[in-house]
């Protein structure tokens, strides 16, 4: 990390009180003209700064970039995102995920691509994953749980997601089971997790999210123009992907934690209040059978209950889900 970089961070954290030159000269141990030299490399970076006379300089404007530096100024994590691998592009997030958590990465790294090439979701589907204008990351966790719990991790993170979304744009959007988040019937997020286990149990999870964030309609491939949306296309604003990936490392953390400490239950309950699946008439598309009927709920491992027209019972471990 170079001292400009130092710099934006400590700017950044300062907010809108503006820091005397002097004083940045004085804790980067510099000139005054060296500050104001990283000063305008940083707006060549695409900062914009505001000198506020006789009171020092405030940022105004940052680059909508995504840089492990960025990302970390003001984030409030005690564990998940304190190391974070920023890449402009890789095929997916995913295989350098796998990767790293082989080569010892800690619980809690993060790796985010501002472009995926070949983004992937489950059964090796294409995710969409445009330029900038989304979210393409994976959370690396080590959790001491066994590895037939790790499907749960995918609901915890549901949760997770959705509430920082909330917090960032103020609307509420609706969980699919079991990784879809829907803006009406329309997909803004997919989470796709992972495993690396052996007879210890589980090494890692790698846990993927992909959040459509400032896409227009015509952004999208168009095998997905018409079932996909963006934070922008529902809310009308320009989102903050720096704020929303700080939101949501923030939300995964708080409720991992709850997760590990009290299980599954109060996370049920959570999931529920969010879900749209639950109470409608679905169909259940599996490897080898379709299901209609009633989604009745999730049990405490997360399976869904689906009951069909005979009044049976059917746990359904995984699927895909259509509503009716
Ligand atoms: P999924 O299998 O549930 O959904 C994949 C399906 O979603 C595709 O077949 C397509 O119909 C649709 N789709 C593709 N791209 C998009 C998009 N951008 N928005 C809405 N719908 C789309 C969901 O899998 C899990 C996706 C996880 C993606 C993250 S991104 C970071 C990480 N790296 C990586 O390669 N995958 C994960």
């Known amino acids: 990390i170079t001292v400009t970089h130092k710099l934006a961070t400590r700017l950044l954290e300062a907010g809108a009180e503006p820091v005397s030159g002097q004083q940045l000269a004085e804790e980067f141990g510099v000139s005054r003209t060296a500050i104001w030299k990283h000063m305008k490399e940083l707006e060549e970076m695409g900062y914009e700064i505001e000198s506020v006379r006789k009171k020092g300089y405030r940022i105004q404007k940052s680059p909508d970039s995504l840089e492990a530096f960025l990302v970390q100024a003001g984030l409030k994590t005690e564990k998940i995102g304190r190391r974070i691998e920023y890449l402009e592009q890789c095929a997916s997030t995913q295989i350098v995920a796998h990767q790293l958590a082989q080569e010892g990465a800690p619980d809690g790294t993060v790796v985010i691509a501002e472009l995926q090439t070949e983004g992937r979701g489950r059964l090796m589907r294409k995710w969409d994953s445009a330029k900038g204008q989304g979210i393409w990351m994976s959370v690396i966790l080590r959790p001491d749980v066994p590895p037939h719990k790790a499907p749960q991790f995918t609901l915890v993170a549901a949760v997770a997601i959705v509430r920082a979304i909330q917090a960032v744009i103020g609307l509420e959007a609706s969980i699919k089971w079991p990784n879809d988040i829907l803006f009406g019937t329309k997909k803004a997020t997919g989470i796709l997790t992972e495993l690396q286990s052996d007879a210890d149990g589980i090494q890692a999870l790698i846990i993927g999210?992909?959040?459509?964030?400032?896409?227009?309609?015509?952004?999208?491939?168009?095998?997905?123009?018409?079932?996909?949306?963006?934070?922008?296309?529902?809310?009308?604003?320009?989102?903050?992907r720096r704020k929303l990936v700080q939101e949501i490392l923030h939300s995964l953390e708080i409720y991992t934690q709850m997760y590990i400490e009290e299980g599954f239950a109060p996370l049920k309950e959570l999931w529920e209040g969010h879900s749209a699946t639950i109470g409608k008439a679905v169909r259940a598309r599996m490897s080898r059978e379709t299901l209609e009927g009633i989604a009745e709920g999730i049990t405490e491992d997360g399976v869904l209950q689906l009951r069909t027209a005979d009044g049976r019972l059917h746990g359904i471990y995984s699927a895909d889900i259509e509503l009716k």
């Open 209 to 240: 999210i992909g959040v459509n964030v400032n896409q227009e309609r015509e952004d999208f491939d168009v095998e997905v123009q018409d079932i996909a949306t963006s934070l922008h296309l529902e809310s009308g604003q320009l989102v903050n």
